[in-house]
């Protein structure tokens, strides 16, 4: 219940608006009064002009813009018109990249273009505070986080503004899903009001012990008669025939050996977590996306993929308001919106802090100490998992506990679920689809984003983590290959600058991917590390002693002369070694002919296989590699062309 001293409204201006999610939580306060929105994206645009026209969530009158932000100079707008600013560009404004290359102002990214608009937009309307969304993860690099402070501090104008952020889920404010954002509000320097952010109103860590949300909940009573015969919510997938037996809660990993199951398909921790993940009913589902891959769920627990109307309660949009666009641009705006629920909560308590127009009973100051468990929750889960997947394998009738498991995973009944990687908690994520045309032509895209296929172009899914120190970088081909890489580097002694270990793991991809998945994980590194090369992380070849390891496993690919030499020189103590032609040939079990042409595939791959042709002061007739992985420096003068072929005359 409210209690509004309604004097005057407060005027809002919307910033990165798409599909309306914040807009909704404000506009249904009544002291809100939304006067602006503005988005880049045509179908978002079509969306708030339609539900204008409706004029119940975005009003009849309110300026909505189509326009590139970095473009727009608040025109429509002055000091006096904005009394406050929500919106968020979406992606992180800083990179260790962009903090290097000069950092706030340095930063010529698209990710810092479009906060600077922002910081630029509250400098020219001068609002009382903002309300600004964001990935989390944004505060937990501490140089990145001061760069942000110092943008909302000093170069949004005068006096500028005092910002403080915190990581909520938005399953704890009464979303039926989990979806941890990064919400920063800033206050005016000039105005004596100091925001704190609301308690959790659901699940453990509210004070009222009010319970979640659960997807079965949202969706009681939505008729879904003829879905199920409705191709446009088919799991197209190649693995989508799965999805069947994997129990509600539960993904891909039910068909993995750890969890028991006796004919196991995939690798433990081999995909993402989403890949075939089924919700489950009595719970909130896992976050929904905005670019989903084919096997990239939620999915319905009857098999298929949520509707429109479903998305749509997942998310708290409001039943009539208006999504134009096909399914996967309805998906899109949904995925990439603020759930109106935890927006409206918010809301509640801007005005009731900063405004002092509202009194609402349901939303008390949180202290900024309050500890929110959300993340320690998640590694709660494991045992739960392996019930799930248990009961379900004895439904099967699949499973013996007897059996003798082979490989190097344990089986369900010998993991306990309390230690090791699957307890440990991911933070610091990073995703993207990286599409290549070759070595060094590549384009980083939002993760799930289809491209037109050209030929000898690829294009790759990735997601990487920390897990305690080590980072690791999960990759997927979109045009799936037939093996899988397990590769891996770690010092012997320390850390990489705050990197313990790298642990990548590719799947559905090809031999000849293996340039990419390197640059593609090295990228990573040195993202997070103050590294300006991957080269730089294990020290040059002719300088440095051997302290680090690295390790290559494949799968799926035939037993061959180059898989051999692959792995044996991803094996960093065969680095920087002298070799005959004729010593490699014995190790690798293959004849001179066969084994020239396999060096001559890694030379193609850009692993530096030097010899007397491609360095004219190496010993004759002798082979090294340098690295275990491949020559990823643009500007180094690698030639794959050199012919290798005289190794035979000068082999002895």
Not at 350 to 360: N, R, T
């Amino acid at each position: 219940m409210c209690v509004c001293k309604m004097s005057n409204r407060i005027r809002v201006a919307s910033l990165f608006s798409g599909a309306g999610g914040l807009d909704i939580g404000f506009s249904t306060l009544p002291e809100f009064d939304l006067t602006f929105h503005t988005d880049i994206d045509e179908v978002a645009i079509k969306t708030l002009r339609a539900n204008g026209e409706y004029g119940k969530y975005i009003h009849e009158d309110s300026i909505i813009k189509q326009e590139d932000i970095t473009e727009y100079e608040g025109e429509d707008l002055g000091p006096g018109d904005v009394d406050f600013v929500i919106g968020g560009p979406p992606c992180q404004p800083f990179s260790a990249a962009a903090r290097r290359a000069g950092g706030f102002a340095g930063a010529d990214s698209e990710e810092g273009q479009l906060f600077l608009s922002y910081v630029r937009l509250l400098k020219e309307w001068n609002p009382k505070g903002f309300l600004f969304e964001n990935v989390y993860g944004i505060t937990s690099n501490e140089k990145d986080w001061q760069m942000i402070v110092d943008a909302f501090e000093n170069e949004a104008g005068k006096p500028g503004y005092h910002p403080k952020a915190r990581t909520l889920d938005a399953a704890d404010y009464g979303v039926p899903q989990h979806r941890e954002r990064t919400f920063i509000v800033g206050v005016r320097k000039d105005i004596d009001r100091e925001f704190q952010f609301p308690f959790p109103t659901n699940g453990p860590d509210s004070p009222k012990d009010q319970e979640f949300i659960t997807a079965g909940e949202a969706l009681e009573g939505l008729d879904t008669s003829g879905v199920a015969d409705n191709p446009t919510y088919e799991i197209t997938s190649k693995h989508a025939h799965l999805l069947h037996n994997i129990p509600p809660g539960l993904n891909y990993s039910f068909y993995t050996e750890k969890l028991g199951h006796p004919e196991p398909i995939f690798g433990w921790r081999s995909r993402f977590y989403d890949y075939l993940y089924k919700a489950d009913s009595d719970r909130p589902v896992r976050t929904l996306k905005a670019q989903p891959g084919a096997a990239s769920g939620p999915f319905h627990w009857e098999n298929r993929k949520f509707t429109e109307a479903e998305l749509k309660k997942l998310q708290t949009f409001p039943d009539d308001y208006i999504l134009e666009g096909s399914y996967g641009q309805v998906v899109k705006q949904i995925g990439n919106s603020v759930p109106p629920r935890i927006a409206n909560v918010l809301a509640m308590a801007i005005s009731q802090e900063l405004f002092e127009k509202g009194e609402y009973e349901e939303v008390e100051p949180m202290p900024d100490d309050y500890p929110l468990n959300f993340r320690s929750r998640k590694r709660t889960n494991t045992k739960e998992y392996q019930r799930k997947a248990r009961e379900r394998l004895e439904e099967l009738d699949l499973w013996e506990p007897s059996d003798q498991r082979s490989g190097s995973q344990r089986g369900l009944e010998e993991y306990n679920g309390t230690s090791g990687e699957a307890d440990e908690e991911a933070t610091d994520r990073h995703q993207a689809t990286l599409h290549y045309l070759d070595h060094f032509d590549r384009e980083r895209l939002s993760l799930g984003t289809e491209v037109e296929s050209e030929e000898g172009a690829r294009t790759y899914d990735m997601e990487s983590y920390m897990m305690g120190r080590s980072l690791r970088v999960d990759i997927a081909r979109q045009k799936p290959g037939s093996g899988r890489f397990e590769l891996s580097l770690s010092p012997d002694d320390g850390i990489w600058n705050g990197i313990g270990a790298l642990a990548i793991h590719a799947s559905e991809v090809d031999l000849d991917d293996i340039f990419h998945i390197w640059d593609i994980a090295a990228t990573e590194v040195i993202e997070r590390t103050q590294y300006e090369k991957f080269i730089d992380v294990v020290g040059h070849y002719s300088t440095t002693r051997l302290d680090y390891t690295s390790s290559l496993k494949l799968e799926g690919f035939e037993n061959t002369v180059v898989t051999r030499a692959l792995r044996f020189f991803s094996d960093a103590s065969n680095c920087n070694t002298e070799f005959t032609l004729d010593e490699l040939a014995q190790m690798l079990n293959s004849d001179e002919t066969e084994l020239i042409t396999a060096l001559r595939q890694l030379r193609d791959w850009r692993y530096e296989i030097r010899t007397p042709a491609t360095h004219p002061t190496m010993p004759k007739g002798k082979i090294i590699c340098t690295y275990p992985f491949p020559d990823m420096n643009e500007s180094s003068h690698f030639d794959s062309s050199i012919d290798l072929g005289f190794l035979s005359s000068q082999a002895g």
